[in-house]
């Protein structure tokens, strides 16, 4: 069974720019969460989407997006990159949706793309 | 609001050291989940264990063990006869309530193995 991939796996953009992260999640599976990673800040939840729904949301400006398409493969938007943003984003894929813990499904994590913001 | 402290930033041990990683959790939820992931330098965060609130009873699972105690909000990490493979990231993390899909995490522990 393939696991979660992330497409690209290291991208380079300059300041202003936008740039679209993709997120493919195991099969079968159709919550996709996303998070940063940065040194300063450590692992920081972006939001999570079920069934093409945002379902939860963390505490980033406007400038991040993402949506779900009906496959359930994911993609995250930031516009007008900052120096800030060049982090690992990671993104993870549940079977269910974390809604009930009596049947938690654990969350499988990709490889990341590595954002540099130059 | 959750929170997740790791205390110990780096820890660096020999091979066939056992080694304990500590977390302490905050939560306001009655329920919930804590886990522990390992992230080698590839970067991919790797799964490797699970408990809820419900259950203490703490196990062990080959090499892994860990201890659950609710009464001081920790949840520790011990893997025993460390190997050089062992070296990585550690993240303790936690999942309550109705937070769908987020998991909060500690700022991790970086384990150095030395042979």
């Known amino acids: 069974k393939a696991g979660v991939t992330q497409t690209p796996r290291y991208l380079i953009k300059t300041r202003g720019q936008q740039v679209t992260l993709s997120c493919s999640p195991i099969?079968?599976?159709?919550?996709v969460s996303w998070y940063q990673q940065t040194p300063g800040q450590g692992l920081q939840f972006l939001f999570e989407?079920?069934?093409?729904?945002?379902?939860n949301k963390g505490n980033f400006p406007g400038r991040f997006s993402g949506r779900q398409f009906s496959n359930s493969r994911s993609e995250m938007n930031v516009s007008t990159l900052e120096l800030g943003d060049s982090a690992l984003y990671l993104c993870?894929?549940?079977?269910?949706?974390?809604?009930?813990?009596?049947?938690?499904?654990?969350?499988?994590f990709g490889p990341g793309t590595r954002l540099t913001v130059l | 609001a959750q929170k997740v402290t790791q205390a110990q930033t780096e820890i660096s041990v020999v091979e066939k050291e056992d080694v304990t990683l500590d977390c302490v959790y905050e939560?306001?939820?009655?329920?919930?989940?804590l886990f522990w992931y390992k992230q080698p330098p590839s970067g991919e965060l790797v799964f490797l264990i699970r408990?809820?609130?419900?259950?203490?009873q703490n196990e062990i699972s080959g090499r892994y063990s860990w201890n659950f105690q609710k009464s001081t909000s920790s949840f520790n990490f011990t893997i025993t006869a460390s190997q050089v493979v062992d070296s990585a990231v550690y993240f303790c993390?936690?999942?309550?309530?109705?937070?769908?899909?987020?998991?909060?995490f500690g700022q991790g522990t970086i384990l150095t193995v030395h042979p």
């Open positions: 993870a894929s549940s079977l269910a949706g974390l809604a009930d813990l009596n049947s938690y499904n654990e969350q499988f």
């Open positions: 099969s079968g599976h159709r919550s």
């Open positions: 989407y079920f069934s093409e729904t945002q379902r």
């Open positions: 939560t306001r939820d009655t329920t919930y989940y």
């Open positions: 408990r809820n609130s419900f259950d203490e």
């Open positions: 993390a936690l999942y309550g309530g109705t937070s769908y899909g987020k998991l909060t």
